[in-house]
């Protein structure tokens, strides 16, 4: 067997062992059931809304919770290893460096994969179930959410591991990765509604703007899942924007791309030549 | 194929040189033992051979190919035993030996032979969390094992280690090399590596200071040997007066002096001319304590194969 796979079952096994995928799991299902029964409460009403509205109340928690549970699986995976020492070990065995880092890639990938897919299917799932017409705009909708989330929290797995790849303690890397969520979860947007506000809007004509919102992954996963699907679009305050819907779907697709693909290349690159 | 051969190799981290200047080669079926102190450069030097790290200066050749380029390491069957070897702790033994084994592109029909043959087949199935010291030091030479290695480097292996468990370690050791597998080993106890291994190299401050058996080692050294001798009590005048070159001490029926090695057959020759005289004689080799104490405290600052004065203890 390649030894590629072979990392990437090895760490999927140690992820389903060591209760990661089980607690992520129960998180990522306990908030969507949450929010997909009691989002509409804040408007009077308690009661399962249109699935749709779910994908928007999802969409804001997976800006927050996927970056987080991604970057804790993989803050610590190539630093760890070499603290603990098992990685002086693997690095004398017939195998790449590049191997290591996308075994692990594809081995937490797969990871947060099963814990977004059963954990939202879950709620999605117990959303249907309590209201047939919950689904009536289909389920298209709920698929991209999942999909996207999985793709968004592979961003952050590339991200760590290059977070990983660049520290000489754990601790470091746990600090540094905290920064970055913080950065790109909150700060960017806010940063950027500040610039707006105090600009009146003028500071940045609407192409700078589209190409800014690229430079952060959530902001990305966002417009795929706010503005991309017609059903969501309705609920999630992003119908009247019509220069933030012309970003084509292609585009943010390949945005997306870049955001997996440079941070893995990157520290493939800079493993390659760290010296243990 | 030569399975180690440096040139001149060097390794330097910042400014200070880890190893320097170090020429060795490891022949097939060979055991060779590396000693030295802590910061010596003993796990320097096996990081590059194994390709962890390449040389600054001279070169490193693994069966004649650069460790460091990794294309060129695949196939080339090293086994690695790591000092203070560490193992995923939510893995059993066995798991562990597996995962291993698929990276080497071995079957796992191996693993429980190779864990039977370092008497882990009991606790296979428990984590290695569980594990004991010595547990870990078999299971990490289970896998130095797998795949039948050419090659065998095995940074301080028996630290840790009860008696009994060292002596299985020897023997699987001297089975390898009977089949040709070159084996490298690091240790501070040169009581086991004197009677274990077949050649010795000794490492101090990053320079090697010199390679061979344990007969090279104290010819280079050039540490005095003491004969002992039993002499009839009413010769012991005619003995002393014979040897005085070599200075005898002692009186009555024993007597003791320290000779250089080369002036050893000098002695004998005496002796054996003296006839009955001397009634028995016992020749005592320095051992390689004493060979190491004398190689890596009283050579410092100078040159490898610089004399070293006479020092009769």
């Known amino acids: 067997m390649n030894a590629l796979i072979t990392i990437a079952a090895k760490e999927f096994r140690d992820g389903l062992r060591n209760r990661w995928a089980t607690s992520a799991t129960l998180v990522m299902a306990g908030l969507s059931l949450a929010l997909a029964f009691l989002g509409s409460a804040p408007t009077g009403h308690v009661g399962v809304p249109p699935l749709a509205v779910t994908v928007v109340s999802l969409a804001s928690l997976t800006v927050f919770l996927v970056p987080l549970i ?161 059903e969501v679009r309705r609920y999630s305050g992003m119908a009247g924007l019509p220069a933030l819907a012309t970003i084509p779907l292609p585009t943010l697709v390949v945005a997306f791309a870049v955001w997996i693909g440079w941070p893995l290349v990157l520290t493939m690159a800079i493993f390659k030549r760290r010296p243990l | 194929m030569t399975p180690v051969t440096l040139s001149s190799a060097a390794k330097r981290y910042g400014t200070q040189w880890a190893v320097r200047g170090i020429d060795l080669s490891l022949m097939a079926g060979e055991r060779l033992a590396l000693l ?92 290695v969390a569980t594990y004991s010291k010595g547990m870990r030091q078999r299971l990490g030479l289970a896998q130095a094992l797998l795949g039948a290695p050419r090659l065998l480097l095995l940074d301080e292996p028996t630290t840790g280690l009860d008696q009994s468990l060292r002596q299985t370690f020897y023997d699987i050791l001297a089975d390898l090399a009977d089949n040709g597998t070159a084996v490298l080993l690091s240790s501070h106890l040169l009581s086991e590596v004197e009677t274990k291994t077949d050649r010795i190299a000794v490492m101090d401050r990053g320079r090697l200071l010199i390679a061979g058996t344990l007969a090279d080692l104290r010819t280079a050294v050039d540490l005095p040997l003491e004969v002992r001798l039993t002499v009839a009590r009413d010769r012991t005048q005619d003995v002393v007066r014979r040897l005085a070159p070599f200075h005898p001490a002692g009186d009555g029926e024993a007597l003791s002096l320290w000779c250089r090695p080369q002036d050893k057959m000098s002695v004998l020759r005496e002796v054996g001319a003296m006839g009955s005289a001397v009634i028995d004689i016992d020749i005592h080799q320095p051992g390689l304590d004493a060979v190491y104490a004398r190689l890596t405290g009283t050579t410092i600052g100078k040159p490898i194969g610089a004399p070293v004065a006479e020092q009769a203890s």
């Not at chain 1, 303690?169 to 746990?174: M, V």
């Open chain 1, 70 to 230: 991604a970057l804790i699986l993989s803050h610590d995976a190539l630093v760890g290893e070499v603290e603990r020492g098992t990685m002086l070990l693997l690095l004398t065995y017939p195998v790449r460096r590049w191997q290591i880092v996308m075994g692990k890639f594809l081995g937490h990938s797969l990871l947060l994969g099963v814990a977004t897919t059963v954990g939202y299917g879950a709620a999605g799932c117990a959303a249907a179930l309590a209201t047939p017409d919950a689904v009536s705009g289909g389920w298209m909708p709920f698929a991209v959410l999942i999909v996207t989330s999985v793709a968004l929290g592979t961003v952050f797995l590339a991200l760590g591991y290059l977070i990983s790849s660049l520290v000489a303690e754990h601790a470091t890397a746990a600090g540094v990765a905290v920064v970055l969520w913080l950065c790109f979860a909150l700060l960017f947007d806010l940063g950027l509604l500040g610039f707006l506000a105090t600009t009146g809007g003028q500071g940045v004509s609407a192409t700078a703007f589209r190409w800014i919102l690229m430079l952060n992954p959530t902001d990305i996963f966002r417009l795929i899942n706010l503005t991309g699907v017609a």
């Open chain 2, 36 to 127: 030295g102190h802590n910061g010596a450069g003993k796990t320097t030097l096996m990081k590059l051979i194994l390709g962890l790290i390449r040389p600054e200066e001279g070169s490193v050749r693994i069966f004649g190919r650069d460790p460091a380029h990794s294309r060129g390491m695949e196939g080339a069957a090293i086994g690695f035993l790591p000092e203070n070897v560490t193992f995923h702790n939510a893995m059993t033994g066995r798991e562990t030996l597996a995962f291993y084994a698929r990276l080497k592109r071995q079957s796992g029909a191996g693993c429980s032979d190779l864990l039977d043959r370092v008497g882990l087949a009991g606790a296979a199935d428990r984590r």
